[in-house]
Protein backbone atom coordinates (compact mmCIF):
# COMPACT_ATOMS: atom_id res chain seq x y z
CA UNK A 1 0.00 0.00 0.00
CA UNK A 2 1.39 3.20 -1.10
CA UNK A 3 1.80 5.97 1.75
CA UNK A 4 2.59 8.64 -0.66
CA UNK A 5 1.26 9.42 -4.00
CA UNK A 6 2.27 11.03 -6.68
CA UNK A 7 -0.61 10.38 -9.26
CA UNK A 8 0.41 12.45 -11.83
CA UNK A 9 3.92 10.50 -13.63
CA UNK A 10 4.07 13.23 -16.07
CA UNK A 11 3.64 17.13 -16.40
CA UNK A 12 4.42 19.72 -19.42
CA UNK A 13 4.61 23.71 -18.54
CA UNK A 14 5.83 26.81 -20.66
CA UNK A 15 8.55 28.54 -19.30
CA UNK A 16 7.51 31.41 -17.50
CA UNK A 17 4.12 29.39 -16.23
CA UNK A 18 3.16 27.64 -13.28
CA UNK A 19 4.40 24.72 -12.16
CA UNK A 20 1.86 22.85 -9.72
CA UNK A 21 3.24 19.45 -8.59
CA UNK A 22 1.12 17.17 -5.97
CA UNK A 23 1.39 14.71 -3.61
CA UNK A 24 -0.92 12.47 -0.95
CA UNK A 25 -0.78 10.64 1.80
CA UNK A 26 -2.35 8.46 3.61
CA UNK A 27 -0.93 8.21 6.89
CA UNK A 28 -2.06 11.37 9.45
CA UNK A 29 0.53 10.23 11.55
CA UNK A 30 3.31 12.14 9.31
CA UNK A 31 4.33 15.44 10.51
CA UNK A 32 6.77 16.45 8.30
CA UNK A 33 7.00 16.61 4.41
CA UNK A 34 10.57 17.29 1.92
CA UNK A 35 10.38 17.66 -2.11
CA UNK A 36 13.25 16.23 -4.02
CA UNK A 37 14.42 16.95 -7.11
CA UNK A 38 16.71 14.44 -9.46
CA UNK A 39 18.48 14.62 -12.47
CA UNK A 40 19.42 11.84 -14.43
CA UNK A 41 22.15 9.63 -13.79
CA UNK A 42 22.62 11.98 -10.09
CA UNK A 43 21.03 11.03 -6.92
CA UNK A 44 18.05 13.19 -5.64
CA UNK A 45 19.04 16.77 -4.10
CA UNK A 46 16.85 18.62 -1.47
CA UNK A 47 14.46 21.63 -2.88
CA UNK A 48 12.45 22.61 0.35
CA UNK A 49 10.48 21.18 3.58
CA UNK A 50 7.66 21.75 5.51
CA UNK A 51 6.39 21.11 9.13
CA UNK A 52 3.02 19.82 9.59
CA UNK A 53 2.63 23.09 11.85
CA UNK A 54 2.72 25.01 9.22
CA UNK A 55 0.94 25.09 5.66
CA UNK A 56 2.78 27.17 3.82
CA UNK A 57 6.98 27.85 3.34
CA UNK A 58 8.19 29.73 0.51
CA UNK A 59 11.58 29.52 -1.08
CA UNK A 60 12.21 31.74 -3.66
CA UNK A 61 11.02 30.64 -7.02
CA UNK A 62 9.31 27.03 -4.77
CA UNK A 63 6.24 27.04 -2.37
CA UNK A 64 4.82 24.22 -0.60
CA UNK A 65 1.70 24.39 0.76
CA UNK A 66 -0.06 21.44 2.94
CA UNK A 67 -3.37 21.30 3.58
CA UNK A 68 -3.37 18.32 6.82
CA UNK A 69 -7.41 18.08 6.26
CA UNK A 70 -6.91 16.93 3.02
CA UNK A 71 -3.72 15.04 3.17
CA UNK A 72 -2.29 16.72 0.21
CA UNK A 73 0.72 18.77 -0.28
CA UNK A 74 1.71 20.65 -3.57
CA UNK A 75 5.20 22.07 -4.94
CA UNK A 76 4.27 25.47 -6.66
CA UNK A 77 7.16 26.88 -9.05
CA UNK A 78 6.60 30.28 -10.18
CA UNK A 79 8.01 31.02 -12.81
CA UNK A 80 9.01 27.78 -14.16
CA UNK A 81 12.38 27.65 -15.92
CA UNK A 82 13.96 25.06 -18.59
CA UNK A 83 16.31 23.98 -15.69
CA UNK A 84 13.48 23.07 -13.43
CA UNK A 85 13.22 19.98 -15.36
CA UNK A 86 14.25 16.62 -13.89
CA UNK A 87 11.70 14.45 -11.43
CA UNK A 88 10.17 15.45 -8.36
CA UNK A 89 9.59 13.50 -5.52
CA UNK A 90 8.10 14.26 -2.27
CA UNK A 91 8.60 12.14 1.07
CA UNK A 92 7.05 12.01 4.10
CA UNK A 93 8.40 11.42 7.59
CA UNK A 94 7.01 10.74 11.12
CA UNK A 95 9.19 12.79 13.32
CA UNK A 96 11.69 10.12 15.65
CA UNK A 97 11.42 7.71 13.48
CA UNK A 98 14.09 8.46 10.76
CA UNK A 99 12.37 6.11 8.26
CA UNK A 100 10.76 8.08 5.22
CA UNK A 101 8.46 7.43 2.44
CA UNK A 102 8.74 8.54 -0.87
CA UNK A 103 6.24 8.82 -3.27
CA UNK A 104 6.91 7.69 -7.10
CA UNK A 105 7.71 10.65 -8.75
CA UNK A 106 6.85 13.36 -10.98
CA UNK A 107 8.94 13.70 -14.27
CA UNK A 108 8.25 17.81 -14.96
CA UNK A 109 9.03 19.19 -18.12
CA UNK A 110 9.29 22.75 -18.67
CA UNK A 111 9.31 23.90 -22.27
CA UNK A 112 11.41 26.83 -23.63
CA UNK B 1 33.31 19.33 -1.37
CA UNK B 2 30.36 18.04 0.25
CA UNK B 3 29.55 14.76 -0.73
CA UNK B 4 28.09 11.03 -0.56
CA UNK B 5 30.44 8.66 -3.05
CA UNK B 6 28.87 5.41 -3.85
CA UNK B 7 31.03 2.54 -5.75
CA UNK B 8 30.84 1.08 -8.51
CA UNK B 9 28.45 3.22 -10.31
CA UNK B 10 27.38 -0.09 -12.83
CA UNK B 11 27.75 -3.62 -12.34
CA UNK B 12 26.16 -6.08 -13.87
CA UNK B 13 26.90 -9.58 -12.20
CA UNK B 14 25.28 -13.00 -11.44
CA UNK B 15 22.94 -15.22 -9.27
CA UNK B 16 24.15 -15.55 -6.32
CA UNK B 17 27.48 -13.87 -6.52
CA UNK B 18 27.65 -11.85 -3.51
CA UNK B 19 28.20 -8.34 -3.90
CA UNK B 20 29.02 -5.32 -1.49
CA UNK B 21 28.35 -1.47 -2.41
CA UNK B 22 30.16 1.18 -0.71
CA UNK B 23 28.91 4.32 0.22
CA UNK B 24 30.85 6.99 1.58
CA UNK B 25 30.24 10.58 2.96
CA UNK B 26 32.88 13.41 3.85
CA UNK B 27 30.48 15.61 6.19
CA UNK B 28 30.29 14.16 9.27
CA UNK B 29 26.81 12.60 9.15
CA UNK B 30 25.54 10.06 12.05
CA UNK B 31 22.62 9.25 10.06
CA UNK B 32 22.81 7.04 6.61
CA UNK B 33 20.35 5.50 4.37
CA UNK B 34 20.25 3.04 1.42
CA UNK B 35 17.54 3.12 -0.80
CA UNK B 36 16.23 1.43 -4.15
CA UNK B 37 14.70 3.29 -7.07
CA UNK B 38 12.02 0.75 -8.85
CA UNK B 39 9.76 1.46 -11.94
CA UNK B 40 6.29 2.81 -10.31
CA UNK B 41 7.28 2.46 -6.55
CA UNK B 42 10.11 5.62 -6.09
CA UNK B 43 12.42 5.20 -3.84
CA UNK B 44 12.03 2.61 -0.42
CA UNK B 45 14.43 2.68 2.36
CA UNK B 46 16.35 -0.98 2.90
CA UNK B 47 18.06 0.35 5.86
CA UNK B 48 19.49 2.96 7.42
CA UNK B 49 21.70 3.80 10.59
CA UNK B 50 21.44 6.58 13.74
CA UNK B 51 25.28 5.84 14.23
CA UNK B 52 28.46 3.66 14.18
CA UNK B 53 26.95 0.35 14.85
CA UNK B 54 23.34 0.94 15.18
CA UNK B 55 21.53 0.04 12.30
CA UNK B 56 17.64 -0.32 11.61
CA UNK B 57 15.63 -2.32 8.72
CA UNK B 58 13.70 0.17 6.60
CA UNK B 59 10.58 -1.06 4.64
CA UNK B 60 12.31 -3.58 1.86
CA UNK B 61 15.20 -4.71 3.87
CA UNK B 62 14.60 -8.73 3.21
CA UNK B 63 18.11 -9.82 0.84
CA UNK B 64 20.24 -7.72 2.02
CA UNK B 65 23.13 -6.87 5.09
CA UNK B 66 24.99 -3.23 6.09
CA UNK B 67 26.94 -2.38 8.73
CA UNK B 68 28.73 0.92 10.30
CA UNK B 69 31.62 -0.22 12.11
CA UNK B 70 32.59 3.67 10.62
CA UNK B 71 31.01 6.92 10.75
CA UNK B 72 31.55 7.94 7.27
CA UNK B 73 30.90 4.41 5.51
CA UNK B 74 27.20 2.21 5.86
CA UNK B 75 28.21 -0.54 2.82
CA UNK B 76 25.06 -2.29 1.34
CA UNK B 77 25.82 -6.46 1.03
CA UNK B 78 23.95 -8.98 -1.37
CA UNK B 79 24.79 -11.70 -0.13
CA UNK B 80 22.90 -14.11 -3.21
CA UNK B 81 21.80 -11.18 -4.92
CA UNK B 82 18.64 -12.57 -6.92
CA UNK B 83 17.33 -10.93 -10.07
CA UNK B 84 14.79 -9.11 -7.95
CA UNK B 85 17.44 -6.90 -6.63
CA UNK B 86 18.34 -5.69 -10.32
CA UNK B 87 17.33 -1.94 -9.46
CA UNK B 88 18.92 1.33 -9.12
CA UNK B 89 20.47 2.14 -5.39
CA UNK B 90 21.07 5.40 -3.55
CA UNK B 91 23.07 5.92 -0.51
CA UNK B 92 22.17 9.18 1.53
CA UNK B 93 23.53 10.90 4.70
CA UNK B 94 21.86 13.31 7.32
CA UNK B 95 22.56 15.02 10.17
CA UNK B 96 20.53 13.62 13.35
CA UNK B 97 21.16 16.65 16.23
CA UNK B 98 17.60 17.71 15.12
CA UNK B 99 14.77 15.52 13.58
CA UNK B 100 13.96 15.65 9.79
CA UNK B 101 17.38 16.75 8.73
CA UNK B 102 17.67 17.12 4.56
CA UNK B 103 19.38 13.91 3.25
CA UNK B 104 22.27 14.32 1.10
CA UNK B 105 22.53 11.21 -1.45
CA UNK B 106 25.39 9.90 -3.71
CA UNK B 107 24.73 9.28 -7.26
CA UNK B 108 23.02 5.84 -7.54
CA UNK B 109 24.33 2.66 -8.54
CA UNK B 110 22.57 0.68 -10.64
CA UNK B 111 22.96 -3.50 -10.10
CA UNK B 112 21.92 -5.83 -12.87
CA UNK B 113 21.68 -9.19 -11.42
CA UNK B 114 21.27 -12.24 -14.24
Known amino acids: DQQVKQNSPSLSVQEGRISILNCDYTNSMFDYFLWYKKYPAEGPTFLISISSIKDKNEDGRFTVFLNKSAKHLSLHIVPSQPGDSAVYFC???????????FGTGTRLKVLA | EAQVTQNPRYLITVTGKKLTVTCSQN?????MSWYRQDPGLGLRQIYYSMNVEVTDKGDVPEGYKVSRKEKRNFPLILESPSPNQTSLYFCASSRSDRDNQPQHFGDGTRLSIL
Open chain 1, 91 to 101: AAGLSGTYKYI
Open chain 2, 27 to 31: MNHEY
